[in-house]
């Protein structure tokens, strides 16, 4: 039952996409962050590649819009960090080793690099934000109900995909909640406004659940910028903190012990692991400067055992830290693409939120929930390598439509027009309308 209502959502999604393919981007949006394939017990149907196929195709006619991935700071950067990430395979340690996962990374980024040439006004950034925060907030709010029901639990385990495991899943739902927690004030309906605020708070049961240290230490910094940010910084803050706070009382001792590891990081058995091979990839690094090991974890895998004596002891395990990920399989220079990419990304974006109160309050919550979500990713990712992880391409390609948007307010100012009525200048065959109203 569950799979056939899928495939009636998706199949249609699926015609449609050829035609009008920044549906086609919502639809693999949706799919790629929420999996409801997962939730249908369906996972071996090609859901996600038929839509992105579609969605190709309709993109053909697109092609003009090309010159788009250059024309800002942020998109031509993405487009930059490609080629060394290239070099790191074509010099890796075994070649072989790196083709899956580079597949798998191309495909990502393709479909990812779609969205500054199809969103083409303000409305399609709207949709495509608040797309991302349902689908997030939705299965954040699976979790902790579930979690609230039962009293107190413990997730393990992950989702699926990209969300396999349950650091992986705390952290795109920590990434999810700003999504949210702004998101509401994208929507003009009462009701659509409660989904969204109740979705970022019931994220939060389910985030302290999955037990993640990492995502505890992100989270915490997502809730203070959301404090400090609130007209009401008190009743907010105090909000957030007392449905965080309740959550870990219903889980726990237990939680509070674990997260007490941080402070000790050596006496804790994971963390200590996590720590020596932090060390492992700086070693390794240093022996593979340029283009590193080879993209993927496979090569850095293989070559553990020449840097650490003791797998046995540790059990064997990855990087858990992106930088070094990035650092260590596709050397220094992807390394420093990558890290002024998204810390830079987030000081523009913290920039942007202060020229937009002053000048069109309105749009301030399009780069606040930017920044706050990746800010979260650039602390969690600390803890856990998510270089093949769609969401934060996603939303650094939203960053660059957004400053897009924001050049095109600050260059052309045009008495008694609202921030809502600029688009971008699109070449054919693209039909511009007017921004917070609908195609026809």
Same mark, same amino acid.
Request: overall charge positive; aromatic content about 12%; some cysteine.
């Given at each position: 039952?569950?799979?056939?209502?899928?495939?009636?959502?998706?199949?249609? +999604?699926?015609?449609?996409?050829?035609?009008?393919?920044?549906?086609?981007?919502?639809?693999?949006?949706?799919?790629?962050?929420?999996?409801?394939?997962?939730?249908?017990?369906?996972? &071996?149907? %090609?859901?996600?590649?038929? +839509?992105?196929?579609?969605?190709?195709?309709?993109?053909?006619?697109?092609? #003009?819009?090309?010159?788009?991935?250059?024309?800002?700071?942020?998109?031509?950067?993405?487009?930059?960090?490609?080629?060394?990430?290239?070099?790191?395979?074509?010099?890796?340690?075994?070649?072989?080793?790196?083709?899956?996962?580079?597949?798998?990374?191309?495909?990502?980024?393709?479909?990812?690099?779609?969205?500054?040439?199809?969103?083409?006004?303000? @409305?399609?950034?709207? =949709?495509?934000?608040?797309?991302?925060? /349902?689908?997030?907030?939705?299965?954040?709010?699976?979790?902790?109900?579930?979690?609230?029901?039962?009293?107190?639990?413990?997730?393990?385990?992950?989702?699926?995909?990209?969300?396999?495991?349950?650091?992986?899943?705390?952290?795109?739902?920590?990434? #999810?909640?700003?999504?949210?927690?702004?998101?509401?004030?994208?929507?003009?309906?009462?009701?659509?406004?409660?989904?969204?605020?109740?979705?970022?708070? /019931?994220?939060?049961?389910?985030?302290?659940?999955?037990?993640? !240290?990492?995502?505890?230490?992100?989270?915490?910094?997502?809730?203070?910028?959301?404090?400090?940010?609130?007209?009401?910084?008190?009743?907010?803050?105090?909000?957030?903190?007392?449905?965080?706070?309740?959550?870990?009382?219903?889980?726990?001792?237990?939680?509070?012990? !674990?997260?007490?590891?941080?402070?000790?990081?050596?006496? @804790?058995?994971?963390?200590?692991?996590?720590?020596?091979?932090?060390?492992?990839?700086?070693?390794?690094?240093?022996?593979?400067? /340029?283009?590193?090991?080879?993209?993927?974890?496979?090569?850095?895998?293989?070559?553990?055992?020449?840097?650490?004596?003791?797998?046995?002891?540790?059990?064997?395990?990855? /990087?858990?830290?992106?930088?070094?990920?990035?650092?260590?399989?596709?050397?220094?220079?992807?390394?420093?693409?990558?890290?002024?990419?998204?810390?830079?990304?987030?000081?523009?974006?913290?920039?942007?939120?202060? !020229?937009?109160?002053?000048?069109?309050?309105?749009?301030?919550?399009?780069?606040?929930?930017?920044?706050?979500?990746?800010? &979260?990713?650039?602390?969690?990712?600390?803890?856990?390598?998510?270089?093949?992880?769609?969401?934060?391409?996603?939303? +650094?390609?939203?960053?660059?439509?957004?400053? !897009?948007?924001? =050049?095109?307010?600050?260059?052309? %100012?045009?008495?008694?027009?609202?921030?809502?009525?600029?688009?971008?200048?699109?070449p054919a065959p693209a039909v511009i309308e007017p921004a917070w109203e609908h195609r026809g």
């Amino acid at each position: 039952m569950r799979q056939a209502l899928l495939i009636a959502i998706t199949l249609p +999604l699926c015609v449609i996409a050829p035609f009008a393919p920044e549906m086609g981007l919502y639809a693999y949006t949706w799919f790629a962050l929420m999996r409801p394939d997962v939730l249908a017990w369906g996972s &071996g149907l %090609p859901y996600s590649f038929v +839509l992105a196929a579609a969605t190709l195709l309709g993109s053909l006619r697109y092609a #003009g819009n090309f010159i788009r991935l250059f024309d800002t700071p942020i998109s031509l950067a993405l487009v930059c960090l490609q080629f060394p990430i290239a070099a790191s395979v074509l010099f890796a340690q075994d070649t072989m080793a790196t083709h899956d996962p580079f597949k798998q990374y191309m495909r990502m980024m393709v479909m990812a690099f779609l969205i500054p040439l199809l969103m083409v006004s303000l @409305e399609d950034l709207r =949709r495509l934000l608040l797309v991302m925060g /349902i689908s997030l907030g939705l299965l954040g709010t699976r979790f902790g109900l579930y979690g609230l029901i039962h009293g107190g639990v413990r997730f393990n385990a992950g989702y699926g995909g990209m969300l396999a495991d349950n650091n992986c899943l705390a952290l795109a739902l920590v990434m #999810g909640v700003p999504l949210c927690w702004y998101g509401r004030f994208l929507v003009k309906r009462l009701w659509l406004k409660q989904v969204y605020t109740w979705a970022a708070i /019931i994220s939060l049961p389910a985030i302290v659940m999955t037990y993640s !240290r990492g995502a505890a230490l992100s989270l915490a910094a997502v809730l203070l910028v959301l404090a400090v940010r609130a007209k009401r910084k008190f009743a907010a803050g105090l909000i957030l903190v007392m449905i965080a706070g309740g959550s870990v009382f219903l889980v726990g001792r237990s939680y509070l012990s !674990r997260m007490q590891t941080i402070k000790a990081p050596t006496e @804790e058995g994971s963390a200590a692991a996590r720590l020596a091979y932090a060390g492992v990839a700086f070693r390794m690094w240093k022996d593979h400067p /340029i283009a590193g090991v080879g993209y993927g974890m496979t090569n850095e895998m293989k070559l553990m055992p020449y840097y650490i004596t003791n797998l046995t002891e540790h059990g064997e395990q990855v /990087i858990h830290d992106t930088y070094l990920q990035m650092l260590c399989d596709s050397g220094i220079f992807a390394f420093l693409i990558y890290v002024g990419l998204l810390w830079g990304t987030i000081a523009w974006l913290g920039l942007s939120v202060h !020229r937009m109160k002053r000048s069109h309050p309105e749009l301030a919550p399009y780069p606040m929930m930017l920044q706050t979500s990746l800010l &979260g990713f650039a602390i969690g990712s600390t803890f856990l390598s998510r270089i093949e992880f769609d969401l934060i391409w996603m939303l +650094l390609l939203a960053s660059a439509v957004w400053y !897009r948007i924001e =050049r095109q307010l600050r260059s052309k %100012p045009t008495a008694g027009s609202s921030a809502a009525d600029w688009v971008f200048e699109q070449p054919a065959p693209a039909v511009i309308e007017p921004a917070w109203e609908h195609r026809g």
